[in-house]
């Protein structure tokens, strides 16, 4: 069975750190890009990142450019979401999403979504 | 960059068709998925590439695309159905990345 299971979440000052993970499992990991999208409380879906099956490509919303990075460890099946100067509003369950084509990063769709962690900045 | 506009809600009684638009410039030209969410869930996939459906989603939901309206149909509407939908596309335009709609809450009378 496919699976994302994401971790790292929790309460954050504004102006600190948090790492969150995602790890894969029952299906190639290297072979497909990775995303993060999140959802701030009663709102709706917003992209945050994207990483390439190999990691060599790595695309962000303006909102986190300079703030967040995209990684990933293939063999350890897992995605990272490095999140820097953190403000109140990055406040969102945040979901790590596989993509739905192999060796694609572009114009395709999420069909695997982990169930999120919720991170919240506030003093 | 680009905006993809979603009636904040549609309501339906049950065993009638629902449809959800996703309105945007030229979104014809363009691949749309659709994504279903319940309460305190995770998106699910129901549609992608404008009309096809992943394995296990009911052919009760269809999608179509042209000029700059998208839709997703849901026939013969169940309770179950009730939840919030995303459309999505890739917009190649600026910087590359995905962007979504606002959410439509469907609601079963």
């Known amino acids: 069975e496919v699976q994302l299971l994401e971790s790292g979440g929790g309460l954050v000052q504004p102006g600190g750190s948090l790492r969150l993970s995602c790890a894969a499992s029952?299906?190639?990991?290297?072979?497909?890009?990775m995303s993060w999208v999140r959802q701030a409380p009663g709102k709706g879906l917003e992209w945050v990142s994207a990483?390439?099956?190999?990691?060599?490509?790595?695309y962000y919303a303006d909102s986190v450019k300079g703030r967040f990075t995209i990684s990933r460890d293939n063999s350890k099946n897992t995605l990272y979401l490095q999140m820097n100067s953190l403000r109140a509003e990055d406040t969102a369950v945040y979901y790590c999403?596989?993509?739905?084509?192999?060796?694609?990063?572009?114009?395709?769709?999420?069909?695997?979504w982990g169930q999120g962690t919720m991170v919240t900045v506030s003093s | 960059s680009y905006v993809l506009t979603q009636p904040p809600s549609v309501s339906v009684a049950p065993g009638q068709t629902a449809r959800i638009t996703c309105g945007g410039n030229?979104?014809?030209?363009?691949?749309v998925h659709w994504y279903q969410q319940k309460p305190g869930q995770a998106p699910v996939l129901v549609v992608y590439?404008?009309?096809d459906r992943p394995s296990g989603i009911p052919e009760r939901f269809s999608g179509s695309n042209s000029g700059n309206t998208a839709t997703l149909t849901i026939s013969r509407v169940e309770a179950g159905d009730e939840a919030d939908y995303y459309c999505?596309?890739?917009?190649?335009?600026?910087?590359?990345?995905?962007?979504f709609g606002g959410g439509t809450k469907l609601t079963v009378l």
């Open positions: 030229n979104i014809g030209s363009k691949s």
């Open positions: 029952g299906f190639t990991f290297s072979s497909y890009a």
């Open positions: 990483i390439s099956g190999s990691g060599g490509s790595t």
């Open positions: 999505q596309v890739w917009d190649s335009s600026s910087d590359h990345r995905w962007v």
């Open positions: 590439d404008d009309s």
């Open positions: 999403a596989k993509v739905a084509i192999v060796a694609t990063i572009e114009d395709v769709a999420f069909d695997i």
